[in-house]
């Protein structure tokens, strides 16, 4: 059973970067598929904001890109994202998973919440 | 980028009504739909890809229909443990974009 879960901390100072970590159980993340991460503002929907494929292309949301890195490391099996200059409105549960191109994110990490505040 | 637009935002139903849910996108997408249930608290749950492929372990009660700008998803006979929020979400073109939402309530 493949099993994700995103570690990082809970409180980030605005202007500072944020680093989260999902690590990948039940299948190598060099095996194919897509990796990605997903934000949720509290009470509010969902947003996709990049993916890695197994292969190394990365894919970002635009209205993020100039903030966000995705990256891997296939020698420990997850994968990572960076995104500077948090602030108030970056406040949010963010969820790794996996897809597939075309299809859905069909398994996900628990969440991970994250408040930015001085 | 591709808008989705999800209606209604929140409805309620009765155990064993018959609830429908749809999604439109601002362009077609073939059938690269596919449909969440979240519950508080919880991360998303796939409950159909690819507009009408019912997701492993997911109850045969829910479907999925739909293909270009147009998408249903149906519960042919709502349970109780069906109250969430339910996301459609686009997978044809990055940025992938989701639904506003719909929360299902139980009379």
């Known amino acids: 059973q493949v099993q994700l879960q995103e570690s990082g901390p809970g409180l980030v100072r605005p202007s500072e970067t944020l680093s989260l970590t999902c690590a990948v159980s039940g299948l190598s993340i060099s095996s194919g598929y897509y990796w990605g991460w997903i934000r949720q503002p509290p009470g509010k929907g969902l947003e996709w904001i990049a993916s890695i494929y197994y292969s190394g292309s990365t894919y970002y949301n635009p209205s993020l890109k100039s903030r966000v890195t995705i990256s891997s490391d296939m020698s420990r099996n997850q994968f990572s994202l960076d995104l500077s200059s948090m602030t108030a409105a970056d406040t949010a549960v963010y969820y790794c998973?996996?897809?597939?191109?075309?299809?859905?994110?069909?398994?996900w990490g628990q969440g991970s919440q994250v408040t930015v505040s001085s | 980028d591709i808008q989705v637009t999800q209606s209604p935002s929140s409805l309620s139903a009765s155990v064993g009504d018959r609830v429908t849910i749809t999604c439109r996108a601002s362009?077609?997408?073939?059938?690269?739909l596919n449909w969440y249930e979240q519950k508080p608290g919880k991360a998303p749950k796939l409950l159909i890809y690819d507009a009408s492929s019912l997701q492993s372990r997911v109850p045969s009660r829910f479907s999925g229909s739909g293909s270009g700008r147009d998408f249903t998803l149906t519960i042919s006979s709502l349970q109780p443990e069906d109250c969430a929020t339910y996301y459609c979400q686009q997978s044809h073109t990055t940025p992938y974009s989701f639904g506003q939402g719909t929360k299902l309530e139980i009379k």
């Open positions: 998973a996996r897809h597939t191109s075309g299809w859905g994110f069909d398994f």
């Open positions: 362009q077609s997408i073939s059938t690269n």
